[in-house]
């Protein structure tokens, strides 16, 4: 096979991780070569194009969901290490890629994957001199020396934890261990993010959403331990997606909605200041589908609203719906350069006015639009 279709073949396997630097957006496309390259945005905010791709799509794991599982017939291929390397040194000279997100099957033996997936990336820093951003794939059963080394290459490093708890993962994967093939490593990772002896500086992972059976609670619930206890930087939620030939593939899909809606709480957690007592889950352990968590936590707290908004603190504004981390932030010093009056004001600022508006005082009064006479605008007196 030619290394073009082979990089083809690996890079749609690596589609379906999304615990690397991509938005929130569908970011899985074609470069303009036919390439798999994914708009990645970065941890300052930056965007890069990324190569996202596998070292070897074969795997000893029976996950049930999985496209590369053990026994399933599929067309199996994997990279050298230099060969990898001198690919993705070609692309970034070529100006087609900034970035490299570089993930593994188990091949037939972990500890070996993970090896090979430490040498490319080796060979991109030492033969090839690229100092850019590299995302790199923690194997469950990797040895805490491999950690070590992968935190001395990448800027991030992941291990997937795919479900809430140990029952969970047991549903489906038999080959798993939850706490001491993934948690165990997520603590190692943890104390080595930050070391200054070592190049990663973050660290997320990845839950699979609605193939266990488990709920969205149970979801928000294990995110939320992980951002305490191992200072996650971030969770990722795929959605279950039936893969023909696998024993979940009766299973309906997960929505987009489900997966859209763990986004918005998790980002309640992490920039919000929620804690997780306050996530308005349904009866069935689930959040809503007709309405976003933070409009649900403000419909249930009449009397936390209204606030005013030229003189509510900012954590306060981060709880009214249709304001973000960067408009409270706007907000609070364009009211230290003038009096807020309208609704029209802290649109300008970025705010989603329109949503904001039952919960705000503008000057003691309800936000309302500003009027305008023959091309003026009025004021009150």
Known sequence: MTIEKKLVRLGQNAMFDL??????EPARRRGPDGRWVYPAVMPDGSRVSMLKVLMNNACQNDCAYCAQRAGRDTPRDRFAPEELARLFDEMFRAGLVQALFL???LGGNSVRA???MIAAVEIIRRKYRFYGFVHLKILPAAEYAQVERAAQLAQRISINIEAPGADRLA???SGKD???GILERMRWIAKLVGDRKTRARGHTTQFVVGAAGESDREIVSAADRL??????SRAYYSGFQPVPDTPLEHLPPAGFLREHRLYQTDFLLRKYGFSFSEIPFEADGNLSHDTDPKTAWAGTHPEFFPLEVNKAEPERLLRVPGLGPLSVKRIVAARTQGRLRWLEDIAQLGAAASRSAPYLLFGGKKGTRQMELFGTRSFPS
């Open 19 to 24: 615990s690397c630097a991509c938005g929130m």
């Open 103 to 105: 993930s593994s099957g």
């Open 114 to 116: 993970m090896d090979m």
């Open 171 to 173: 549903v489906i994967s």
């Open 178 to 180: 939850f706490a001491a």
């Open 227 to 232: 951002y305490g206890r191992y200072n996650l």
